[in-house]
């Protein structure tokens, strides 16, 4: 019987954009760009299919961040709209470009630890090493 993947654990080396199954390999080459296989333990990487969701859960996260930040602002000191425009506009893409990776390794780390699309070793198409 197969050992079940740790879900955190590859939930977390995800998040530090490092291979879901050991730890120690970048997933990334690039900025997001998936390697093919982990340089450390060899996982093919290119099974992923994290297609738009690392954008839909940076947005989610960025625009509530943002936006409960302009409201506050507004509440508190009501600035004139370019004053909103030059604090929020930075801060916006600022974080959108450093949650970006972190957020689509995380989501590579939940397809591997739940098998899902190529990740599964019992499917066709699945050529990398075993992991145990
Ligand atoms: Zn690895």
Known sequence: ???ERPLGTAFVNGLKCKCPA???GKIFKGYIKVRHSCDHCG???HHQRADDAPP???MLIVLH???SGILTVEQLYSPANWVQLVI???V???MSFLLLPPIKGALIGIQWAKEMHGFNPEKD???AQQID
């Open 56 to 58: 839909y859960f940076t």
């Open 92 to 94: 916006a893409t600022l």
């Open 88 to 90: 929020w506009m930075p």
């Open 43 to 45: 996982l093919e990487l």
């Open 22 to 24: 050991c730890g120690e």
């Open 65 to 67: 961040f943002v936006v």
């Open 125 to 127: 198409g699945y050529t």
């Open 1 to 3: 019987m197969r050992q």
